[in-house]
């Protein structure tokens, strides 16, 4: 079973900067992607950025929002995942979740796995 812990998230003035962090732990036979989400009061969740793995292609690919382009940059290092924003505003407050979506075994359909999240929040 694949378990996920984010932390890094915590009060910041408009402007300043975070980092986040997601400790994988647990086997997995294949990841196709990690990624962070974000959800705030009253939205629905979305996508902050993803790292989708290039297979055997080799070279992972990253993807972001249009709303933290230029702002955010997610990175990995094997199975732990990183988001560090800058030039934070008062919209990018929410909970950030985790994910990993991947196959837990050889055979058999993938699967989403999720943290429990962390808050993000960003004054005025």
């Known amino acids: 079973q694949v378990q996920l812990v984010e932390s890094g998230g915590g009060l910041v003035q408009t402007g300043g900067s975070l980092r986040l962090s997601c400790a994988a732990s647990g086997y997995m036979f294949r990841i196709d992607a990690m990624g962070w989400y974000r959800q705030a009061p009253g939205k629905q969740r979305e996508l902050v950025a993803v790292i989708s793995s290039g297979g055997s292609a080799g070279g992972d690919s990253t993807n972001y929002a249009d709303l933290v382009k230029g702002r955010f940059t997610i990175s990995r290092d094997n199975a732990d995942l990183y988001l560090q924003m800058n030039t934070l505003k008062p919209e990018d407050t929410a909970v950030y979740y985790c994910?990993?979506?991947?196959?837990?075994?050889?055979?058999?359909?993938?699967?989403?796995?999720w943290g429990q999240g962390t808050q993000v929040t960003v004054s005025p």
């Open positions: 994910n990993v979506r991947g196959y837990p075994r050889p055979t058999g359909d993938w699967y989403d796995y």
